[in-house]
């Protein structure tokens, strides 16, 4: 576990967690003023950008971090993660039901 301050967040391990993941990540970046840099591709060289992209790689587990170990800015790393961890399609709908199909009682 690692913390912005007094706040505790589980790193970011792979698709298992990432949704949580992604939500507690942008509730950090809303209190530190720093949600721009993910939302508008624009923003590439400000100490907004440099603080958001040291964030998500604090946060990170050893495996997603080598994912985006080259990118420079925020929207880039938050979008390769995005992209890798929660992908949609058809693929994804698939499995989901495929799961659910599946699922019996004993199992929980």
Known sequence: MSSS???QID???GSE???DWALRIKAVLVKDDLLEPIIDK???NDSKNLKALAIIQLFCAKGPLLYI???STAYKAWTTLE???NP???TTEFLT???FFDCKLENF
């Open 5 to 7: 301050g007094k706040i």
């Open 11 to 13: 790193q970011l391990t």
């Open 17 to 19: 967690n990432y949704i």
């Open 42 to 44: 624009k923003l590439q």
């Open 69 to 71: 170990k080259a990118c």
């Open 83 to 85: 992209e890798l961890y």
């Open 88 to 90: 949609k399609g058809f």
């Open 97 to 99: 039901l495929k799961e």
